[in-house]
């Protein structure tokens, strides 16, 4: 319809190639005008006399042509699905506008022009010519805003490709950067603070950001950041997290900043947020989110001032107060009476064959109720087996449950004392002390392994699980150094504490010292030191593994020896480099499991999507028999893909392919993969593929599915699976070794009578911890190999889940941090990134007073405004304080 732009016609032949329509409408138009209502029809003419007017020789006709055809663009509203009126009747005028444009002499008018050509190429530009952009450029420096939402975020993708060309063309980039100043800012005032941020990111320049938030933003914008920094590669995404930090802290969000410097493990990040907040209450507050995470930090006098108030804030870091809150949430759910095996079987549900082979004592039902028994009162400090009130002075009956066990199953057995009296360290150390006065080595391997389950998680300054543990580590017999080497890796696991690393060291590299306590070492200090990239342990570590003789690598502990070394580096990305290079000058039996093994560590946590296709990549290929690098792969899947949903669900999708054309090994590795995956999260999909493979007919599947199905219901109670598991008991009641992991799995669904819960995540699924992730992989690590670890001699390995158990509770307390009940609505997480307004942050809510218990994926909100608290996350231990502004209503 329009003339050719590109034609080199004079003046006047334009003029009246303009002119045809306008005087002969109906020949030309008629299909079209028949469509139009009267209204439309007059906008139409009047908009082709002002096109012929802009070409006008007289400057004052051509002004005011240009600003009426501003006005009727700018008062044209637009539904989002059509495009306005006068756009849709300018369009056969762009060739025209445009080639008249070239002709024009510079000045406003032709800056005026511009901007009008900028909005039609909206509508009208070819792909990829980025003509709004460069009319935009050409034209009035005047507000962008004024044209429109659609307009300003057409010119913000033009800009992120103009960026791009710039950038390989190595071209200046100073007037897209004025450009996207006033696209920012524009998009801020409006609520679009995605859309500010997408830009930032595609023009690499966010530090722009931290001068456009204010107060009534800045929240939807760290919120927008901080989510999407788990999509990006890095380093980008540990700059998007840098941001937020900052905008967090102009804004003295002191707790989100927090958050945010645990997440990238900043300890410089998490003292200057102690010295520039001097509000107590928070400080405290901050401990504890400290105290849930693991970490181990130190007050200093720049941090908190007073020596009292340092002490008190100490104590909360150092989880000293854990065991009273645990049992003050379990008296007021009224679960305090001890629980027994028996109760947690019930057997009386099920018809008579299976209960009639119960009555048998054998030693290793007996070995499962011991663990059972540890599970469900873990943290309790009574039970029916252990702690039972003595009837004949002190050796009473606790003794005689403890020699119902054979040799090794005495050392779980004492040690389930410990797991009993979790975290209440001077009555724990009181009652297990007698243990080590025993004349059974394995007692007292018990006894020392259940010093450090008390202290799991639990510093004190006076150090009782080194000075007790320390004597014991250069025995003469292994299972005694075994013990007491596990014992202080659960004791000080997250503290890189420099003794124990003076006194473990040593024992790797010592030629005389057996296989199971060098591979225990390593376990040991990946534990204390995980995620420290710690040079000299990993050193050691090399070594030993290279010191291995070639039958000793074939056994099955060797293989926690590249473990010990994947935790000193998990989650640690790159850093783990260097390690893996020399890793690939392993013999041969070992290499690649050390490869995939460190792989899986260092991206723990980090949803990298390369990561998952090569671990993919490597499960994919069909090996001869005798390959065991498959099943770290397979665990590494889950370890890297567990970081958000999106990604677990794909890795739960993939995980089902490999259960269908995967060789063995593979087959074996999986059901543990999925219980990482939802881990006390008891998905539906997730529990039936578990149920169909806990009947497979390779038992080692069967075995790792059933153990599975325990932990995607650890501390939930959740009665489906309970239900299974008694299915399962009496199916498998002629076959001793999966009936003793059926008991297993019943005791971890009633972990702390469901007061428990074995996820490494919190704070909204936002902060993965260290050691709680440590305990949960060498646990499935050890079950690639049932036969020879689980249900072998070293059992206890099934202890080192204690590291991940924290209670699933919130806890109000107030601002002397004495237990205070408040009503709180408890329901499904929504995600509201990016939402606009003030959109409902829970869904399906039932309101309950504190303290309550939160399942996976719930989230709570204070029912009423009387108290406002000092976290914005509540979960764990959260402090309140009272509304000045709350009125009763009376």
């Known amino acids: 319809m329009a003339p050719d732009p590109n034609s080199t016609s004079t003046g006047p032949r334009e003029e009246a190639s303009v002119k045809v329509p306008s005087k002969d409408p109906k020949k030309k138009d008629e299909k079209k005008d028949e469509d139009l209502s009267d209204e439309d029809l007059a906008l139409k003419q009047q908009l082709e006399l002002y096109v012929e007017r802009v070409q006008d020789s007289d400057p004052g006709l051509q002004k005011m042509a240009l600003e009426s055809m501003r006005q009727e663009i700018r008062t044209a509203t637009s539904s989002m699905t059509s495009v306005p009126k006068p756009l849709k009747f300018l369009r056969p005028h762009y060739g025209t506008l445009k080639s008249f444009y070239e002709t024009m002499g510079d000045s406003e008018l032709k800056k005026y022009l ?15 010519e980025l003509e709004s952009l460069k009319y935009r450029l050409l034209g009035s420096e005047g507000d962008i805003g004024s044209w429109g939402h659609e307009y300003v975020r057409n010119l913000a993708g033009e800009i992120s490709q103009e960026y791009a060309k710039r950038q390989s063309e190595e071209a200046p980039i100073d007037d897209l950067m004025e450009l996207v100043q006033q696209i920012v800012a524009f998009h801020m005032k409006h609520n679009a ?11 690499e320049d ?29 380093p980008d995404d540990i700059l998007v997290l840098d941001i937020a930090y900052v905008i967090y802290l102009k804004f003295e969000e002191y707790p989100n900043a927090l958050q945010i410097a645990v997440f990238l493990d900043n ?3 998490v003292k200057q947020i102690f010295t520039s907040c001097d509000d107590l209450l928070q400080k405290k507050q901050f401990c504890y989110i400290l105290a849930r995470h693991g970490v181990a930090f130190e007050l200093d006098d720049e941090m908190v001032v007073d020596n009292d108030e340092r002490e008190a804030l100490q104590d909360i870091i150092n989880n000293s107060k854990l065991s009273e809150g645990y049992l003050t949430l379990a008296r007021d759910i009224e679960v305090m009476e001890p629980k027994s095996p028996e109760d947690i079987y019930k057997a009386h549900l099920l018809d008579g064959r299976a209960s009639a082979g119960a009555s048998v004592d054998s030693a290793r039902q007996n070995l499962a109720a011991t663990f059972v028994n540890a599970f469900v009162n873990a943290g309790f400090g009574q039970d029916k087996l252990m702690t039972v009130a003595s009837e004949a002075s002190s050796g009473g009956s606790s003794g005689n449950w403890l020699f119902k066990n054979k040799e090794h199953g005495k050392a779980s057995a004492a040690a389930s004392l410990g797991m009993i009296l979790l975290w209440d360290v001077d009555s724990g150390l009181a009652q297990i002390d007698k243990y080590f006065h025993s004349n059974d080595n394995h007692v007292i391997a018990g006894a020392l392994l259940g010093v450090g389950i008390v202290n799991c998680g639990i510093k004190n300054d006076c ?17 005694i150094r075994i013990g007491a080497i596990l014992g202080l890796g659960l004791a000080y696991a997250g503290c890189q504490n420099d003794q124990i690393r003076c006194k473990l060291t040593p024992i790797l590299n010592d030629a005389k010292a057996p296989l199971d306590v060098i591979a225990f070492t390593a376990i040991a200090l990946g534990f204390v030191y995980v995620g420290s990239c710690n040079e000299e342990i990993a050193q050691a570590i090399i070594f030993a593994l290279m010191d291995r003789s070639d039958s000793e690598l074939g056994e099955p502990l060797t293989r926690l020896l590249p473990l010990g070394l994947g935790l000193l580096y998990l989650g640690k990305q790159e850093s783990v480099e260097a390690t893996a290079e020399v890793s690939k000058t392993f013999n041969e039996k070992i290499r690649k499991y050390c490869d995939m093994t460190l792989l899986s560590c260092a991206y723990a946590g980090t949803g990298n999507v390369l990561k998952v296709q090569h671990l993919l990549g490597q499960c994919a290929q069909h090996l001869e028999k005798g390959e065991t690098h498959q099943g770290p792969a397979v665990l590494g899947i889950a370890m890297v893909a567990m970081a958000e949903e999106l990604g677990l669900e794909m890795a739960i ?8 054309y995967g060789e063995q090994n593979i087959r074996r590795a999986v059901p543990l993969a999925l219980g990482l995956l939802c881990i006390s999260n008891p998905k539906v999909n997730v529990m039936d593929t578990l149920s169909r493979l806990s009947h497979d007919t390779d038992t080692e599947v069967a075995m790792a599915a059933v153990i599975s199905l325990g932990l995607i219901g650890a501390g939930t109670n959740n009665a489906r699976i309970a239900g299974m598991l008694r299915n399962l008991s009496s199916y498998y009641y002629k076959e001793a070794s999966l009936l003793f992991c059926v008991r297993i799995a019943q005791g971890l669904v009633h972990l702390g009578k469901g007061l428990l819960t074995l996820a490494p995540y919190h704070s909204d699924r936002f902060l993965l911890s260290p050691s709680a992730l440590a305990g949960i992989v060498t ?23 204690v590291l991940a158990m924290q209670p699933r509770m919130l806890m109000t307390v107030d601002e002397n941090l004495k237990p205070l009940s408040v009503p709180v609505r408890v329901g499904q997480a929504v995600d509201v990134v990016g939402q606009a307004g003030r959109p409902k942050t829970i869904t399906g809510f039932q309101t309950h007073s504190t303290p309550v218990l939160l399942a996976a994926g719930d989230r709570a909100e204070l029912a009423t405004e009387k108290y406002i608290p000092v976290s914005p996350i509540l979960e764990g231990f959260v402090i309140l304080k009272e509304n000045p502004d709350y009125r009763e209503d009376h």
């Open 206 to 234: 966010l530090d722009l950001l931290v001068e456009h938030v204010d107060k009534t933003n800045h929240k939807r914008t760290c919120l927008y950041l901080t989510s999407s920094a788990r999509y990006l590669p890095g």
């Open 779 to 801: 646990l499935l690590h050890a079950c690639l190999d049932m036969k020879a670890i689980i249900l072998g001699k070293y059992h206890y390995v099934l202890y080192v889940l």
């Open 114 to 128: 511009a901007d009008i050509l900028s909005v039609l190429a909206l509508t009208m530009s070819a792909e990829g």
């Open 193 to 203: 603070e995605p859309e500010a941020v997408d830009l930032l990111m595609e023009v």
């Open 267 to 269: 300890m410089q990040y």
């Open 463 to 479: 150090d009782p699980a080194l000075a007790l543990l320390a004597d014991y580590i250069g025995k003469e017999d292994p299972s």
């Open 653 to 660: 999708r993939s995980l089902e392919h490999l259960l269908q």
